[in-house]
């Protein structure tokens, strides 16, 4: 399978928590995209990758929440001190260009109680 | 104004029938306009994209882009009930930064009867 990966599928955890989740993009794919999606939304965007590099952060992304993309392959998003509010569908995503094709990885559903 | 609008539906059609999906965008600058097929507790999977105006065709699906009344459409002929999902239109938009990020709309539910 040469699609976007994603671990872990699930994740509950107790609010106060961290967590992290791991995206491995298309191999041939250099631009990664974190969106969030709540039901009854449209998947929202987070950040943006080009390569190894943090290019773009939207202003949902609070100072809880920090990505890296070391080596410019797989990705991670972490949520400190997660809050109810956080529960919802984190999905990765990656492209070849900014304006082409993005892929959607199955996501990560986070449950926070 | 939301960036990209879309009727929530649920649209429902017989099977067989074509189903007709409508979506308008505000950003005159979009270039790259897509649809993306939800099934209920999955990820979005691409289904179509479309670049220019006019019509592009693909097995049963047809999307149409009209740039300058800001309206990119998808047409499913032969309704199958397997397509009853969700359709989410995604259209680029640019941020201050230059960033040319996508932007969806909240989706039309999408119901084919047997």
Redesign the interface.
Known sequence: DTGVSQNPRHKITKRGQNVTFRCDPISEHNRL?WYRQTL??????LT?FQNEAQ??KSRLLSDRFSAERPKGSFSTLEIQRTEQGDSA?Y?CASSRT??????????TRLTVL | QKEVEQNSGPLSVPEGAIASLNCTYSDRGSQSFFWYRQYSGKSPELIMSIYSNGDKEDGRFTAQLNKASQYVSLLIRDSQPSDSATYLCAVNAEMNTGFQKLVFGTGTRLLVSP
Do not use: A, D, H, K
């Open positions: 995209y009854g939304q449209g998947p929202e965007f943006y290019l773009e569908m999905l900014s304006v082409t094709e993005q892929f959607f990885g199955p996501g």
